[in-house]
């Protein structure tokens, strides 16, 4: 059973860097898409990037300018980072694995617990 | 960008009840719909794929049906552990849109 597990810093001060590692257990990081998504306390999910075990990335445009996302794996862990955070960045901070279906696009079948992410001085 | 509505926000149901939840894209996706169902200080579960394909381990009363632009997600009869949030997701563009979400609760 695959299982991931999100870690790093709880608070950050505002403008500084968020940084977050994601480790996956119980299978094989290669030859999958892993994504980071956040959601603020009380809203709705938003997606902010994915990379591929190749290194390839993918971000959201409206976080693009901030995000950088890498992989190891040697570790089985994947990484983000988003710089001049805000008040707004505020979030729990989602890791998961998206699955490429046959003709049918994708899917995120496997998510860590998330860990929130307090953005404040 | 592709954006993702669905309806209602918020819908009050009992036990045994049969639950319907809509989920519109602004443009044709064809079946790449994903529905999600997440309790509170949870992580989303996965439940459909491709618009209708159950997850594994998923129970048999959720469903999923549509195609091209309008989808639903229906519970045939409600327990006590599906009130939850349910979220859409399309994946016919990198960076799959999520639907604004809804919840589910005790009548």
């Known amino acids: 059973q695959v299982q991931l597990q999100e870690s790093g810093p709880g608070l950050v001060k505002p403008s500084e860097t968020l940084s977050l590692t994601c480790t996956v257990s119980g299978g094989s990081i290669s030859s999958y898409y892993w994504s980071w998504i956040r959601q603020p306390a009380g809203k709705g999910l938003e997606w902010i990037g994915r990379?591929?075990?190749?290194?390839?990335?993918n971000y959201n445009p409206s976080l693009k300018s901030r995000v950088t996302m890498s992989v190891d794996t040697s570790k089985n862990q994947f990484s983000l980072k988003l710089s001049s955070v805000t008040a707004a960045d505020t979030a729990v901070y989602y890791c998961a694995r998206e699955r490429t279906l046959a003709a049918a696009g994708t899917t995120l079948d496997y998510w860590g617990q998330g860990t929130l992410v307090t953005v404040s001085s | 960008d592709i954006q993702m509505t669905q309806s209602p926000s918020s819908l009050s149901a009992s036990v045994g009840d049969r639950v319907t939840i809509t989920c519109r894209a602004s443009?044709?996706?064809?079946?790449?719909l994903n529905w999600y169902q997440q309790k509170p200080g949870k992580a989303p579960k996965l439940l459909i794929y491709a618009a209708s394909s159950l997850q594994s381990g998923v129970p048999s009363r959720f469903s999923g049906s549509g195609s091209g632009t309008d989808f639903t997600l229906t519970i045939s009869s409600l327990q006590p552990e599906d009130f939850a949030t349910y979220y859409c997701q399309q994946s016919y563009s990198t960076g799959g849109t999520f639907g604004p979400g809804t919840k589910v609760d005790i009548k």
């Open positions: 443009q044709s996706i064809s079946s790449y």
């Open positions: 990379i591929y075990t190749s290194g390839s990335t």
